[in-house]
């Protein structure tokens, strides 16, 4: 996890963006299960961004000329976090937005 985090950019980004979360967490009164969602949602996109990484590097060891699917390969598994990070993005707007509602019309 470490070189992850000292060599991935996106990967560096979504710490700070988790942890931001987990502060609004605390600040916002969420129930356990809106807590526990948010939780599973940042595991996914932080397993999902590893594992992108892992393919990108395995593939760049094999080289680009071994197989025309390379390419397609790194893009799968960058969508695969894209698709993650927006389901995460729609759930937290749909955790969220209630309380920041709330606080707003104070």
């Known amino acids: ?26 600040f916002f009164n969420l129930s356990s299960i809106e807590r526990g969602l948010l939780v599973l949602m940042i595991l996914i996109v932080l397993v999902l961004e590893m594992l992108n990484s892992v393919i990108e590097r395995f593939i760049d060891v094999l080289k680009p000329r071994v197989h025309t699917y390379v390419r ?30 709330i606080l707003l019309t104070k």
């Open 1 to 26: 996890m470490v070189s992850v985090f000292k060599e991935e950019n996106n990967f560096r980004i979504q710490i700070v963006l988790a942890i931001f979360v987990v502060v609004l967490m605390f």
């Open 72 to 101: 397609d390969m790194k893009d799968i598994a960058a969508g695969s976090v894209l698709l993650a990070s927006i389901g995460a993005i729609l759930i937290g707007i749909i955790i969220f937005y209630p309380h920041i509602k």
